[in-house]
């Protein structure tokens, strides 16, 4: 299912967005000094010029003009919808807030860039979802960041230059009683789902339906590729190198350095 998005809005004025009756357009300004986004006083330390940005609300998305040139658009399409972000959102229910956003905004989804997209899978598991997060060692030899999700359950999380990969504990963050595990892949450049084969460059082409099967093989594939550690395996019945190989790969350090030397055998183990 889809989540998160960040677009550009391309084929709009400024001055008719700014001028659309559904949004409520805001500016950050200091209490104290009355200063119009005081996050600009650190941009005046660095080579970066200051930045205006004027902001509405669409449902728990967000439109937003930056000095008065450039409009974007992100947020949860899902939550946008449904209000949340942990139930099913099914194809036609995307379709469907793409149509409802582009309707309301006056855009068309074709001609709006996609930055960022989140598309992911809830999976409810029969046992507390920390036991398997706590269990997951590493993925494509890289170790786990490890915190707390917004302060309500674990989110252990993978960094590469134009993807992540999060796991989290879905039903703690949303305080359900159901143990739902939430694998989700960030793609921060959309370049890598082109090197994927997936042709994802504007909002529209989320709704081509013959892109859905690749990510959920690329979502099958992470999982597949997570090397988890069980715990409760009895050493007494390994053979004396059985039981060196399996102490070697309960270490994290191990899969690092094997994923840097010797990729062969990182598939192998």
Not at 12 to 28: G, H, M, R, Y
Not at 59 to 82: C, D, K, P, W
Not at 95 to 114: F, M, Q, R, V
Not at 241 to 266: H, S, V
Request: with cysteine; proline share 4%.
């Amino acid at each position: 299912m889809f989540d998160y998005i960040h677009t550009d809005i391309k084929d709009k004025l400024v001055s008719e967005i700014l001028a659309n009756p559904t949004l409520d357009f805001t500016l950050q300004v200091s209490s104290t000094t009355g200063e119009i986004n005081p996050m600009n006083r650190e941009r005046r330390k660095t080579n970066f010029p200051s930045k205006v940005q004027q902001k509405a609300d669409l449902a728990g998305m967000t439109v937003s003009v930056t000095n008065g040139r450039y409009i974007n658009l992100q947020g949860s399409i899902h939550e946008y919808f449904h209000g949340n972000n942990y139930g099913d959102f099914t194809f036609l229910e995307v379709k469907k807030a793409i149509e409802n956003i582009c309707t309301t905004l006056e855009i068309d989804s074709g001609l709006t860039p996609l930055h960022n997209l989140e598309f992911g899978v809830n999976i409810e598991l029969p046992f507390p979802v920390v036991v398997f997060l706590n269990s997951v060692l590493t993925y494509k030899g890289e170790r786990p960041e490890r915190n707390s999700y917004l302060g309500k359950g674990l989110m252990i999380k993978f960094t590469f230059s134009h993807y992540e990969l999060k796991l989290y504990d879905k039903g703690k963050q949303r305080q359900l009683k159901n143990n739902i595990l939430r694998v989700e892949i960030k793609v921060r450049r959309m370049q890598y789902l082109q090197a994927k084969g997936l042709p994802v460059k504007v909002l529209r082409d989320v709704l081509s339906v013959c892109i859905h099967p690749k990510l959920e093989g690329l979502l099958v594939n992470a999982i597949n590729s997570l090397v988890i550690i069980e715990n409760k395996v009895n050493a007494d019945v390994m053979t004396r190198n059985e039981k060196r190989i399996f102490k070697e790969c309960n270490n994290p350090l191990y899969w690092f350095d094997l994923w840097e030397r010797k990729p062969t055998m990182y598939r192998k183990r």
